[in-house]
T-cell receptor
Framework: QKEVEQNSGPLSVPEGAIASLNCTYS??????FFWYRQYSGKSPELIMS????GDKEDGRFTAQLNKASQYVSLLIRDSQPSDSATYLC?????????????FGTGTKLQVIP | SQTIHQWPATLVQPVGSPLSLECTVE??????LYWYRQAAGRGLQLLFY??????ISSEVPQNLSASRPQDRQFILSSKKLLLSDSGFYLC???FGGGNTGELFFGEGSRLTVL
C-alpha cells in the first residue's frame, strides 16, 4: 500500500465549475497535510496546509481533512484555465525523530475554457 | 524572508560521470532540508532528508549521496551517474522541529544522463 495515494487523472472540468481532488494516506500517525500545485516543468508551490479535522478555506480553495477515514481533499471553486496543473498531496509524519514528508503521485487537472 | 537557491538549473551528463547539485537556504537557521527526484511523468521520490549538519537520512538505496557541510547548505552527489538518474531534482526546506510547517521548494535542477 502506498503511503499517500491519489488518482492520477486527468480530471477535466469546465471553466467555472468546482474541481474536487482527493487523497488518502496509510499512516494514522500522520499529523500535517498539504496541497501543492505543480505546473509542467516547474517546482511545486504550496496552496494550502491543514492540521485538524474539518474544512479550511482560502479564497477559491477549500481543504478538507478526515483523520478517521484517513482522507484529505481539495475543492477548487470557480475553476479557471490557469488552475490547470498537477496537484500533489503531501503528508508529514515523524520517522525516527525526522519529519518525513511524503507526496502522492499527483492528480492532473484540466480546466476546459 | 526565507529563500532557497538551487543550481545548476539544467545539466546534461554522460553515463559514468560524477554529479554535484547544490542547494542553499537564506533567512533561517537550522532548517530541515530535503532532496527529491521526479522522473518524467512521475511523482516526487524522497531521496534524503536532514535535520542538521552531518545528520542525513537516506530513503532509497542508490548510487547517490548527500552531505550537509553547513547549516543551510545541502549537496547531492554521485560518483558515477546511471541512465536511470535522469530526472528533475528538487531541494526543499521547512522550519525544524515538530510535525507542522510547510515545505518550500527550490527551482529545481533538470538532469539528463546520456
Amino acid at each position: 500500500q502506498k503511503e499517500v495515494e491519489q488518482n492520477s487523472g486527468p480530471l477535466s472540468v469546465p471553466e467555472g465549475a468546482i474541481a474536487s481532488l482527493n487523497c488518502t494516506y496509510s499512516d494514522r500517525g500522520s499529523q500535517s497535510f498539504f496541497w501543492y500545485r505543480q505546473y509542467s516543468g516547474k517546482s511545486p508551490e504550496l496552496i494550502m496546509s491543514i492540521y485538524s479535522n474539518g474544512d479550511k478555506e482560502d479564497g477559491r480553495f477549500t481543504a478538507q481533512l478526515n483523520k478517521a477515514s484517513q482522507y484529505v481533499s481539495l475543492l477548487i471553486r470557480d475553476s479557471q484555465p490557469s488552475d490547470s496543473a498537477t496537484y500533489l498531496c503531501a503528508v508529514i509524519k515523524n520517522s525516527g525523530g525526522y519529519q518525513k514528508v511524503t507526496f502522492g503521485t499527483g492528480t492532473k487537472l484540466q480546466v476546459i475554457p | 524572508s526565507q529563500t532557497i537557491h538551487q543550481w545548476p538549473a539544467t545539466l546534461v551528463q554522460p553515463v559514468g560521470s560524477p554529479l554535484s547539485l547544490e542547494c542553499t537556504v537564506e533567512g533561517t537557521s537550522n532548517p530541515n532540508l530535503y532532496w527529491y527526484r521526479q522522473a518524467a511523468g512521475r511523482g516526487l521520490q524522497l531521496l534524503f532528508y536532514s535535520i542538521g549538519i552531518d545528520q542525513i537520512s537516506s530513503e532509497v538505496p542508490q548510487n547517490l549521496s548527500a552531505s550537509r557541510p553547513q547549516d543551510r547548505q545541502f549537496i547531492l552527489s554521485s560518483k558515477k551517474l546511471l541512465l536511470s538518474d535522469s530526472g528533475f531534482y528538487l531541494c526543499a526546506w521547512k522550519f525544524g522541529g515538530g510535525n507542522t510547517g510547510e515545505l518550500f521548494f527550490g527551482e529545481g535542477s533538470r538532469l539528463t544522463v546520456l
